[in-house]
């Protein structure tokens, strides 16, 4: 059985501050990693995903996650934040076509 | 390009009733999904479908009924709703694929009382 475990349920951050989101899996297969983000009132949309290759994955918007197999994890970065970042962020884990697992999300909070 | 529509944007429902959320994309993607979204537990998996003609019971199924007539199409139906079906509801569709990305729809917020 595969979970996603999102650890911090919100994140307030200052403008301009740095942030990382974390996120750890358990799976006894392997994964392809996701990070979708959630604007208020709006559905999601991919940041980025980790399919292969190079660890370090960018996305859209500035941010960043590292996919760490020995630890199981993939923690989103920003190294500098805006306002309109606030949101709310989701890991998802895939190990088969339809297996889309979803963590219980991170509420992003930007402080002017 | 609309990519996914949803309808209706929310509905209040008197438990019992029968229930139809529409979902509709023009990206001609092959897999769709529908998704409940409740605070706290993140997003589950309730129906899906790879193609048209085929679907599939994800996570929590129960209660909940899909077709797939069409590419398009792919309404969820609540044949008798109840109070615990209270949720927003997310429609996504991918091209196919473990990899591919899921876009998703705007959502319906459905209250059951």
């Known amino acids: 059985a595969q979970s996603v475990t999102q650890l911090d349920s919100q994140v307030p951050v200052f403008e301009e501050a740095p942030v990382e989101l974390r996120c750890n899996y358990s799976?006894?297969?392997?994964?392809?990693l996701f990070w979708y983000v959630q604007y208020p009132n709006q559905g999601l949309q991919l940041l980025l995903k980790?399919?292969?290759?190079?660890?370090l994955v960018k996305g859209i918007n500035g941010f960043e996650a590292e996919f760490n197999k020995s630890q199981t994890s993939f923690h989103l970065r920003k190294p500098s934040v805006h306002i309109s970042d606030t949101a709310e962020y989701f890991c998802?884990?895939?190990?088969?076509?339809?297996?889309?697992?979803f963590g219980t999300g991170t509420r992003l909070t930007v402080i002017p | 390009i609309a990519g996914i529509t949803q309808a209706p944007t929310s509905q209040i429902l008197a438990a019992g009733r029968r229930m139809t959320l529409r979902c509709t994309q023009d990206?001609?993607?092959?897999?769709m999904y529908w998704y409940r979204q409740d605070l706290g537990l993140g997003l589950r998996l309730i129906h899906y479908s790879n193609t048209a003609g085929t679907t599939g019971k994800g996570e929590v199924p129960d209660g909940y009924s899909v077709s797939r007539a069409n590419t398009d199409d792919f309404p969820l139906t609540l044949a008798s709703a109840v109070p615990s079906q209270t949720s927003v509801y997310f429609c996504?569709?991918?091209?196919?694929?473990?990899?591919?990305?899921?876009?998703f729809g705007p959502g319906t917020r459905l209250t059951v009382l």
């Open positions: 996504a569709s991918s091209d196919s694929g473990r990899s591919d990305t899921q876009y």
């Open positions: 990206m001609r993607h092959n897999a």
């Open positions: 980790y399919l292969s290759g190079s660890t």
């Open positions: 998802a884990v895939q190990t088969g076509a339809n297996n889309l697992f």
């Open positions: 799976s006894s297969v392997s994964v392809y």
